[in-house]
């Protein structure tokens, strides 16, 4: 946990300091191949004013924050946190995307999920060799071999 906590500081720290934050509805998530070959590269990317967006895109609900995460390059990359009503944390996660078959997924390197109390429900770490170790709640340890 420590190590989450840390990591999540230091992503937080170097990415807030030279970044751009802006809200949702100042990016498009770029969901359908555009019709014009030079803009194809765009294709599964935050784009923002017309480029793939780096820095960190706010989501609010009656003006309360309710998600944020970090991109690279239109790639979600970083640190996300997303909020309970409440306004207690819900998830924060370490994210990464990656090419893959001709488009990209998404990875949870490391995640962990509040309930609406603030009593953590799971943890997710996933291991270099692919595989993912999820601890649930109960106690219970599942394991996704990749």
């Given at each position: ?53 780096t ?41 990464r ?21 603030g ?28």
């Amino acid at each position: 946990m420590k190590q989450l906590l840390l990591i999540c500081a230091v992503v937080a720290l170097v990415g807030c300091a030279s970044s751009k934050v802006v809200d949702k509805n100042e990016v498009e998530w770029i969901q359908s191949v555009p019709s014009d070959p030079k803009d194809r590269h765009l294709f599964g990317k935050v784009v923002y004013k017309g480029k793939p967006f780096t820095g960190i895109v706010e989501t609010r609900k009656n003006e309360k924050l309710i998600k944020r995460e970090q991109f690279l390059n239109g790639d979600e990359h970083g640190l996300l946190e997303e909020y309970h009503d409440n306004g207690k944390i819900k998830v924060k996660a370490i994210v990464r995307t990656r090419a893959r078959g001709g488009g990209s997924m998404t990875y949870n390197l490391e995640r962990k999920d509040w309930d609406e109390q603030g009593k953590l429900t799971r943890e997710v770490k996933a291991e270099k060799n692919g595989n993912v170790i999820y601890y649930m709640e109960d106690g219970k340890v599942e394991i996704d071999k990749r």
